[in-house]
């Protein structure tokens, strides 16, 4: 089930439209009390949030949501007409797992809701074989427990964020395009810009560093490809 959080009603029922024709189940919310409320009787597997909300923002219900352990889990994607660079940093370091700028392609957002339904069930079954905790410098990362580490400091990860950085870790040195990135985290062919994955990489450098100096230089860019781990911690 995904829950959609938008006080703009012809904007709610087109989507809310698009996505039963797909046949996703999906629920649509005006504001905060009733998608609290429906949260916490029954939590969805998904949540798309508008930033710019009457009374509460997107991004106050966003904050929410990660507070609640039943909750923290769920992929949360911001759907909102802020479409600063600015704006996409803010919410990725606030939590979210995706942000999806309007006007924004009905056959994106259908492709964008799938992969992140999927995310979870993947997880869990890696997550059912034996663990395979990685160590890179400073970095190390479990994910059979879901964790990562830059030093003595656990990292607050969105899952996307994670996946990346768990991508990267297992296979220091290599540099993966930015498609394959794309298409392996995102778990589809990308469409537009590939602004989401830079802003992935720059807020995740961000989190790196903050929990260990000089932690997020080790994801290093390689010109014209996409992003590589190097194979040790920078001096």
């Known amino acids: 089930m995904i829950y959609y959080v938008e006080d703009d009603q012809a904007i709610r029922n087109l989507v809310l439209y698009a996505l ?18 429906a949260c916490l009787r029954e939590p969805p597997d998904l949540v798309l949030l508008d930033i710019m909300l009457p009374g509460e923002t997107g991004l106050s219900i966003l904050a929410w949501i990660r507070s609640v352990p039943e909750l923290r889990q769920i992929p949360v994607m911001m759907l909102t007409a802020k479409d600063s660079e600015f704006d996409k940093v803010l919410a990725l370091d606030s939590g979210a797992d995706d942000y999806l700028a309007k006007p924004f392609g009905m056959m994106e957002l259908t492709s964008r809701c799938r992969a992140l339904l999927r995310r979870p069930a993947m997880i869990a079954s890696n997550n059912s074989e034996a663990d395979d905790t990685v160590t890179v410098g400073c970095l190390s990362l479990s994910a059979k427990d879901h964790r990562a580490f830059a030093g003595n400091e656990e990292l607050d990860l969105t899952l996307k964020e994670f996946e990346l950085l768990r991508k990267l870790m297992g296979s220091p040195g290599q540099a993966f395009t930015r498609a394959r990135l794309l298409e392996d985290i995102w778990d589809i062919t990308f469409v537009g810009s590939t602004r989401t994955l830079d802003t992935h990489v720059q807020t995740l450098r961000r989190k790196l560093n903050n929990a260990c100096a000089g932690a997020g230089d080790a994801i290093e860019t390689v010109r014209g490809v996409g992003y590589r781990l190097a194979r040790e911690e920078k001096p």
Do not use: E, K, P, V
């Open 20 to 37: 039963t024709a797909q046949n996703l189940d999906i629920r649509g919310f005006t504001g905060a009390d009733d998608f609290r409320d």
